[in-house]
């Protein structure tokens, strides 16, 4: 049972255009959300986060909605380089005793058109 | 120097052997994951460990076993290696929600 899906495996986007990267979780208990970015040959690295007490976040080109009540968070990247070409995982994490537990998406890859 | 560093980076191995993947980092963070990477499935959480006392199963645990010989050390075992084993595996850091991830090894299983 996926409890982060993101049902995009590939979206394709035109440099200068948005890109819009969707992800929907199940548990309740997860208190904050992260995006990573991940390009070949490298680990996953840290883009983004947002706290379940907030609706959005913004850093510079990256917009991260939360929708708590679809159980639903949304990546805006405006406008959309050709460097942002990579995949993206959606993560969700709950606290636990000593630490968090965090769950991953399948991931979305972006192919952004020069 | 990297943060989060793993060996081997790449490994062939045959079905039945025994192997090890080796992290290390110096972040000094007392958190450690490893999670292995497969097509369609994302990152798979194998075990976690919150410090250096401390060892928990993850998601797909059965055929994996780890040691965490110091803070600064998290190592992942295949005891018997199996085809089914053949992905990308990365080792993570944390000090609070955000991880850290390695280079990753990617290791196959013939």
């Known amino acids: ?114 | 120097d990297a943060d989060v560093t793993q060996t081997p980076r790449n490994r062939i191995t045959k079905t039945g052997k025994r192997i090890m993947l080796e992290c290390s980092q110096t972040k000094g963070h007392d958190r450690m994951y490893w999670y292995r990477q497969d097509p369609g499935l994302g990152l798979r959480l194998i075990y976690y460990s919150f410090d250096v006392k401390d060892i928990n199963k993850g998601e797909i645990s059965d055929g994996y076993s780890v040691s965490r010989q110091a803070q600064a050390k998290f190592s992942l075992s295949l005891e018997s290696a199996i085809p089914n084993q053949t992905a990308l595996y990365f080792c993570a850091t944390s000090r609070g929600y955000e991880q850290y991830f390695g280079p990753g090894t990617r290791l196959t299983v013939t």
């Open chain 1, 1 to 114: 049972d996926q409890q982060v899906k993101q049902n995009s495996p590939s979206l394709s986007v035109q440099e200068g255009r948005i890109s819009i990267l969707n992800c929907d979780y199940t548990n309740s208990m997860f208190d904050y959300f992260l995006w990573y970015k991940k390009y070949p040959a490298e680990g996953p690295t840290f883009l983004i986060s947002i706290s379940s007490i907030k609706d959005k976040n913004e850093d510079g080109r990256f917009t991260v909605f939360l929708n708590k009540s679809a159980k639903h968070l949304s990546l805006h990247i405006v406008p959309s380089q050709p460097g942002d070409s990579a995949v993206y995982f959606c993560a969700a994490s709950a606290r636990l005793a000593g630490g968090f537990k965090t769950i991953f998406g399948a991931g979305t890859r972006l192919f952004v058109k020069a």
